[in-house]
């Protein structure tokens, strides 16, 4: 009984560290509280996630709770896995990739407005193109992104002879950059610049 007892004491030694689980948890808690705050500066991870997913914090501060309860040679070892594990998924799930969704929403929503007022037609209209916008339904994953303006060009005597319509990031600050600007006869554009894209941008060649 006794031999049992110092194999696990002798076993605990080499494995655990020597803070407590009460300042384990409270050191854990407060790196997760820190991570959380510099992933959400100016409130970009809750705007790309949603409060919903605030259980994902579970994951670093499990993390946390175990690199901090064992010894210096594990707690490299399972640096060394960390870095090798988030190098392999920023890799596969960079900003990039993260964006994609909603560009490639965005692109569709100008695609199905441009089709919209096309299928209005002067032969309901007094003139080429309507005032606004017609009623439609887009992407609801688009309208959380993506902020679109609608600009007539109008002719000598006042009638809409053509349009842009401009689809911007509504928060341009979470590393979203890609602004795009379709035109009426269905040419977009493209800039990566922090502001609307125009016709003097990149042409998106399909």
Sequence with gaps: MGHGSAGEGLGNAIVRSQLGWTKVAVWATLGTLLLFAIL???????????????ALFFYPFAWLVLFLAVRTRWRLMLLLITILALLCTVGLHGIAEMNAPAESAAFRALRQMQFSLSAA???HLRQRYPDNL??????PYAQKYYR???????????????????????????????????????????????RAATVSDTYYNE
């Design 40 to 54: 959400n500066w100016h409130g970009c991870w809750l705007f790309r996630n949603g409060p919903r997913n605030l």
């Design 148 to 194: 679109f303006q609608y600009i007539s060009r109008r002719s000598a005597n006042g009638e809409i002879v053509g349009y842009v319509i401009q689809a911007t990031p509504v928060r341009c600050e979470c590393a979203f950059p890609m602004s795009f600007t379709i035109t009426d006869d269905g040419r977009v554009f493209w800039t990566s610049e922090p």
């Design 121 to 123: 037609g002067p032969e």
């Design 134 to 139: 017609p009623p439609m339904s887009i992407s």
